[in-house]
């Protein structure tokens, strides 16, 4: 299928206008992108986070797909009853075709709580997508860390005050986690190159088993960025190094965009009110740029 | 009736679950192993392995996975069963909640089994009543020949219901007791339980079923509404599991009782009042025996949730007293869940019977000849409004 922008955006199936999330947020790009991509209608098992409370308060729906909520942790093994459901029924010709399933949940529902249940359906060699929409922090709940949270960002949970600096500790790397189950394609994007991110989902959906995507998506009242900058804050996000864009098909890493020349890290700090404390700190921003520098060349030593 | 009851055959309880899910033949099982329901998992994996069933086996890798990719499964329309006891009950507990407000058909059995703390494997009844309000059906059987009726009646149950439904049998006492089980034909069991009732969820039914949003969130203008829902089939499932146990009673030509079973009342003054295997126990203790206060019979309950209070009403309506016998606790001091709901249930009635709760059997403990003497002796005792531990020092 051509990635052509113009087409795609003519594909009828996309997220109903009158979805609730807020302006300046991300996930909304990532899964109306996702459902133009699909060449087939897919089944969408969503965690308990942003996206499904703010895309199906009954007796609405912003969902032109079948899709299904169970509970916050156990979106992967819901999805691997749903695959199992689908191969049962169609060897007992029930139904016509098998539907490809995706599971989508936030950082808290992918890289926390619901790490288990992902692990275990990765391992059980389930046919499904798992996209994570990673906008770094819990913030359907207000704002609190996950393990996806960054180094020195203020969440509700980690506070800046006389004694708190933000989050003290550094994120999980849970794409290169995945990566170390056997999948045969994970791949980081950012709704910021949207090509990028279509290119992934296309090939992801395509390859059988289980696949993973890690998504950021910007996320305007936890990062604090006026919301017209949602694009540009993402954008800023890949420039500097922050978050690499890149894929492992079949163990082979490939970067799918270099920076060229890279942008100090600052650049993406200083638009966010999250880090707004790191700024006058000098050697802050340093240690912050120095741990991104460590995770670009730790990545960059897999390429082949 | 030939060809409807093909051998008898010696099985455990866990054996007998696991050969009904055979001839079942479900869409989707999906478990995790743990003591002491591990054995229908294995037994039904030898069942795929030897090509005796064509289920879709997910083996999670814990329980609340399990009965997560249940919800998966029986929402997407598939037929779907799973097993487990104790520890894995309890960390299945926030997604029961889910299966039932969805109202899915998950049958489950478990193995009933104590809770932590301290660890203990052995056989009462902690784990299901924890799950007691969650809204899933509950039956309890008293023979390895019950676990193996009940795990295909409650197939029919749950999909007419539209309510999922646990097979409760006595963690040991039954699941690894071997027991003579009449066992039916494999085409008398699948005429019985016939081509699956779905969900009515068609989330893999892509021609004409259109999308479908299945656990949206729900707001306080729309949330109460499906409880109401979800309780009002409650009510109706008493109904119907007394509809399919008189359908199952006759394709199988079976005797299974609707609801409890009921013995030595006639003439009886007083009445023992118990769930599970342990009412075989007790018959046997009494049979032929008065206490000083009079002849005492049996009454056990089948169906546990919903509570067939009319059933319980009817039963005790002519006896004095009843020793209402709990084999878990409640620990609000008012007794065992039994206990608390069979006072309930004879609460306001013009001449209701004293009823003395009695905690038994926690972790596996015997019930010992002093005491069925200790039952006896209660008959004769005034009530008491706190539960009896029989078998410790202090009572």
């Given at each position: 299928m051509s990635l052509n922008l113009r087409e795609l955006s003519k594909?009828?199936?996309?997220?109903?206008?009158?979805?609730?999330?807020?302006?300046?947020?991300g996930i909304p790009v990532l899964v109306r992108l996702l459902l133009a991509v699909a060449p087939d209608p897919p089944v969408v098992v969503n965690a308990t986070g942003c996206l499904e409370v703010v895309s199906t308060i009954y007796p609405y729906s912003a969902w032109p797909v079948p899709w299904l909520h169970n509970a916050f942790e156990n979106a992967a093994a819901t999805a691997s009853g749903v695959e199992a459901a689908a191969r049962a029924l169609f060897a007992r010709g029930r139904i016509r075709r098998v539907p490809k399933v995706v599971a989508i949940g936030g950082d808290g529902g992918t890289?926390?709580?619901g790490l288990q249940s992902l692990s275990g359906a990765i391992e059980r060699g389930h046919d499904f997508l798992y996209i994570c929409y990673n906008n770094e922090g819990y913030m359907n709940t207000g704002i609190q860390r996950s393990s996806a949270t960054p180094p020195g960002a203020r969440t509700t949970t980690t506070p800046v005050g006389a004694h708190g600096r933000g989050k003290l500790e550094p994120r999980k790397d849970l794409t290169e986690i995945v990566v170390a189950h056997g999948v045969r394609y994970a791949a980081q994007a950012s709704i910021s190159h949207w090509g990028d991110l279509a290119k992934k989902l296309q090939k992801a959906l395509a390859t059988p088993g289980p696949t993973f995507l890690n998504v950021l998506t910007p996320c305007q009242p936890g990062w604090?960025?006026?919301?017209?900058?949602l694009v540009e804050i993402a954008r800023l996000a890949v420039e500097t190094r922050y978050w690499p864009l890149y894929e492992v098909a079949d163990g082979r890493y490939r970067l799918t965009f270099t920076p060229r020349p890279p942008l100090p890290v600052r650049a993406w700090l200083e638009?966010?009110?999250?880090?707004?404390?790191?700024?006058?700190d000098p050697e802050a921003v340093e240690r912050f740029q120095a741990w991104v520098d460590a995770n670009w060349d730790r990545l960059t030593a897999r390429l082949k | 009736m030939s060809t409807v009851v093909a051998r008898r055959q010696g099985l455990t309880g866990n054996d007998a679950v696991a050969l009904a899910w055979r001839q079942i033949n479900p869409d989707v099982v999906a478990a995790y192993p743990i003591t002491p329901s591990t054995q229908v998992v294995e037994r039904f994996a030898r069942y795929l392995a030897d090509g005796e069933a064509t289920t879709e086996f997910v083996p999670t890798e814990s329980e609340h996975s399990a009965i997560s990719a249940c919800v998966g499964a029986s929402a997407a329309g598939a037929r779907v069963m799973t097993a487990t006891s104790s520890q894995g009950l309890a960390l299945m507990h926030e997604v029961l909640y889910i299966a039932s407000g969805l109202r899915l058909p998950i049958v489950m059995a478990v193995a009933t089994r104590a809770l932590s703390a301290p660890l203990n494997i052995h056989g009462d009844h902690s784990d299901v009543m924890g799950s007691r309000d969650a809204g899933w059906v509950q039956l309890y059987a008293g023979t390895v020949q019950e676990a193996y009726d009940l795990s295909i009646l409650a197939v029919r149950v749950a999909e007419r219901a539209r309510v999922p439904v646990m097979v409760c049998l006595d963690g040991?006492?039954?699941?690894?007791s071997l027991e003579p089980v009449l066992v039916y034909a494999d085409d008398a069991v699948r005429a019985f339980v016939g081509e699956a009732r779905t969900s009515?969820?068609?989330?893999?039914?892509?021609?004409?079923?259109?999308p479908l949003t299945v656990g949206p969130l729900a707001l306080p203008d729309a949330y109460m509404d499906f409880r109401r829902a979800l309780a009002n089939a409650m009510g109706r499932a008493l109904e119907v599991i007394a509809g399919e146990t008189a359908a199952f009673n006759a394709h199988f030509g079976r005797d299974l009782p609707v609801h409890l079973e009921a013995s030595g009342?006639?003439?009886?003054?007083g009445a023992l009042l118990l769930l599970g295997s342990t009412a075989d126990v007790v018959r046997e203790a009494l049979a032929g025996r008065s206490s000083a206060s009079g002849r005492i019979g049996v009454v056990r309950l089948l169906t546990f949730r919903p509570f067939p209070a009319e059933a319980v009403r009817q039963a005790l309506s002519h006896v004095a007293r009843v020793v209402v016998m709990d084999r878990?606790?409640?620990?609000?001091?008012?007794?065992?869940p039994l206990g608390i709901e069979v006072r309930a249930a004879l609460y306001g009635q013009a001449f209701p019977p004293a009823v003395t709760d009695v905690i038994y059997?926690?972790?596996?403990r015997e019930l010992r000849a002093r005491d069925l003497e200790r039952l006896r002796a209660l008959f004769q005792e005034e009530p008491v409004p706190g539960p009896v531990y029989l078998g410790v020092e202090d009572g």
């Open positions: 594909r009828s199936q996309g997220l109903a206008p009158g979805h609730r999330a807020c302006a300046g947020c890289y926390d709580i604090d960025y006026p919301p017209e900058d638009r966010q009110g999250r880090f707004r404390h790191l700024l006058d | 040991f006492t039954l699941s690894h009515g969820y068609r989330l893999l039914d892509g021609e004409g079923a259109g009342l006639e003439e009886a003054d878990a606790d409640s620990l609000s001091t008012l007794g065992g059997g926690l972790g596996g």
